[in-house]
């Protein structure tokens, strides 16, 4: 064989070899946390840089001696710029080696779908889209019991039987809906059912006699309102008679195991038509967008996710209800909760007739508002879990190191919403 020759055979071969190469390859999960620390490590060391060229450029402006010092500030400006970047693609690339299809969950939800229409003798027509999606790991690990329970009561409990169905003119075979589909910086689920909705009225009347409303709060409700108050932890409101929901306390259990991975609960029903149970859940536990306010010397961080929006009082605005301070918004009653009390906070609040700032949220069923003495602005931050020490503190769910070096308290709105009820 010619040297030409082995020269092509040898280069065929290097071809076939490149195409065989393996373009996959498992990694044990407990290294992509080591890897996501550490892009959050970086996103912390990027906001310290930021932090420090801000402080440079103060001093900078006071100083009469400014050509070189001008010079040497901007180049580190442009570096901290591309740590920036870098720490970003990092982070992004991590997060995106963590991504796993929502499918496999979406194939149990499948099998209980089947099982249980089975033993009810349902018939029902379950589908699912957006299986495509993809979302963290640790959250997929997280929402499999859920999710199986909401699409086990959209079936059972969701659909109507077939006379009504017939006198609502809707087909034989009930409808049930699984949807995933990302939603900016989250994702949401839904799990949708073409039945008889929820019975709003029965569920205020049982929330009140359970003392879990009272009649003012409840005239101010709109259906998908009262609707939410199936999240309730309260057994009766729960039961098939009154609600059509024989999974006793199931919807609250949903609502907590949701709230752990920070994420909210939505419903939205129209009665004979069917009802829509969504949760909405960030895309990552470790790296979130928050809103860092101040309350006396305390910095804390409130997840964007559950802010709806921000106002300003004024104290003679200020009601009770039931020892409760309360204000009025667009009619409803908003009750307000002082940080200083439910996590001890020393500090004083703002004197009569000066003005507050409340940052309104929800933990997906209930709105409060939090008063606080200022407002820093939005800001990236990543998680740290607090140690045995803090388990104690409620509404705390972790820290985080800022730019500048101070610590930021992380609040968990579910837990404070909960100890200021």
Do not use: W
């Not at 065929?12 to 290294?31: G, L």
């Amino acid at each position: 064989m010619s040297k030409t020759a082995e020269k092509q055979e040898e280069f065929s071969h290097q071809e076939k070899d490149a195409s065989d190469e393996i373009t996959t390859i498992c990694i044990d999960s407990r290294k992509l946390d080591r890897l996501m620390n550490l892009s959050g490590e970086l996103v912390t060391l990027r906001g310290q840089f930021a932090q420090l060229v801000t402080i440079l450029k103060a001093d900078l402006a006071k100083t009469s001696d400014k050509g070189i010092s001008e010079n040497r500030i901007r180049a580190f400006d442009d570096l901290t710029s591309t740590l920036g970047k870098v720490s970003s693609d990092i982070q992004s690339g991590v997060m995106q080696v963590r991504m796993v299809l929502i499918e496999r969950i979406f194939a149990d939800c499948r099998e209980a779908a089947q099982r249980v229409s089975v033993e009810k003798k349902v018939n029902v027509d379950f589908k699912v889209e957006g299986e495509e999606t993809e979302v963290d790991k640790r959250i997929i690990d997280m929402l499999n019991e859920p999710l199986i329970m909401m699409v086990e009561d959209a079936i059972v409990n969701g659909l109507d039987d077939l006379p009504l169905r017939a006198k609502f003119g809707k087909a034989e075979k009930g409808e049930v809906v699984l949807r995933a589909e990302h939603n900016g910086s989250s994702i949401c689920i839904s799990v949708r059912d073409d039945g008889k909705g929820l019975d709003v009225d029965r569920l205020v009347e049982k929330a009140i006699e359970g003392g879990f409303l009272t009649q003012e709060q409840a005239g101010g409700m709109d259906d998908n309102e009262k609707a939410k108050l199936l999240f309730v932890d309260n057994p009766e409101i729960s039961d098939k008679k009154i609600v059509q929901r024989d999974i006793v306390g199931g919807m609250h259990s949903v609502r907590e195991m949701i709230s752990s991975v920070n994420g909210l609960l939505d419903v939205k029903t129209e009665r004979n038509q069917g009802t829509t149970v969504a949760i909405n859940i960030p895309l990552t536990l470790s790296i979130f967008q928050t809103l860092l306010v101040r309350v006396s010397d305390q910095v804390l961080a409130i997840p964007i996710e559950a802010v709806t929006e921000i106002i300003k009082i004024q104290t003679d605005e200020i009601y009770s209800i039931d020892g409760n301070d309360t204000v009025k918004l667009r009619g409803h009653a908003l009750s307000l909760i002082d940080l200083r009390k439910v996590l001890g906070i020393q500090g004083e609040m703002p004197g009569e007739g000066q003005s507050r700032k409340v940052v309104v949220v929800t933990d997906g069923e209930i709105q409060v508002g939090i008063e606080v003495d200022s407002l820093i602005g939005e800001d990236e931050i990543v998680i740290k879990a607090l140690s045995e020490y803090f388990l104690h503190v409620k509404g705390v769910a972790g820290a985080s190191i800022l730019g500048d070096g101070r610590v930021a308290l992380i609040l968990d709105p579910v837990t404070i919403i909960k100890a200021a009820s």
